[in-house]
């Protein structure tokens, strides 16, 4: 069964500023995704990669969020800009393991 | 994707054996039924999963029956700490194994009362 650090833990910015999120499979799997959760809804997708390669980015705002994963191990989520509603908590997960999360407040 | 629909809420008390129905009436052939459990400040976790008739683990019991557009989740004998959303959802398997791309509904919370 798959294992999932992400960091940080918490992350609070202003409006406008960068930020980015990393997940670290502590075992492998082939497949990684990134939810987000906004408080009082249940996960939605943002993006889903097969090793290296995204197979899902639909619903990923693209304009201002970009996601990457390294030799199919690592992954990181950035927002660049961000917006007062990119406020919640951003998970990753590895087959069916989710990780803790990152709470990001953006004021 | 099939989506589902479950209650908003249930309460309960300690000791008492607590069933979850979920309807997912478009529910396609390769479809699989899982339901996570989460905490607050967690992310959800893994609880249980299911193609057909009856699942069994340490945690919990899945039923579901023939036409396969319901499931039902039972947790025996609950205590406080099984308060929690509990979330239904059906899907494919993904090239690994799991389920990946799924739709999150808002869940199920549960109270459990002393």
């Known amino acids: 069964e798959a294992g999932v650090a992400q960091s940080p833990r918490y992350k609070i910015i202003e409006k406008r500023q960068s930020v980015a999120f990393w997940c670290n499979p502590i075992?492998?799997?082939?497949?990684l995704y990134w939810y987000q959760q906004i408080l009082g809804q249940g996960p939605k997708l943002l993006i889903q990669?097969?090793?290296?390669?995204?197979?899902?980015d639909s619903q990923l705002p693209k304009d201002r969020f970009s996601a990457e994963r390294l030799k199919g191990v690592d992954s990181t989520l950035k927002i660049q800009p961000a917006k007062l509603e990119d406020s919640a908590v951003y998970l990753c997960?590895?087959?069916?393991?989710f990780g803790s999360g990152t709470r990001l407040t953006v004021v | 994707l099939a989506k589902t629909t479950q209650p908003i809420s249930m309460d309960s008390y300690e000791g008492q054996e607590v069933n979850i129905t979920c309807s997912h009436n478009?529910?396609?052939?390769?479809?699989?039924i899982t339901w996570y459990q989460q905490f607050p400040s967690q992310g959800p976790r893994f609880i249980i999963q299911?193609?057909?008739t009856k699942v069994t683990n340490e945690v919990a019991s899945l039923f579901i029956p023939a036409d396969r557009k319901s499931s039902t989740l039972s947790l025996p004998r609950v205590s406080l700490s099984d308060t929690a959303v509990y979330y239904c959802?059906?899907?494919?398997?993904?090239?690994?194994?799991?389920?990946?791309?799924?739709?999150f509904g808002k869940g199920t919370k549960l109270s459990v009362k002393p």
């Open positions: 299911g193609y057909k």
């Open positions: 997960k590895l087959g069916y393991t």
């Open positions: 478009n529910i396609a052939t390769n479809d699989y």
């Open positions: 990669f097969q090793n290296n390669g995204v197979v899902d």
């Open positions: 959802l059906v899907g494919d398997l993904d090239y690994g194994g799991s389920q990946g791309n799924l739709i």
């Open positions: 075992s492998g799997h082939a497949t």
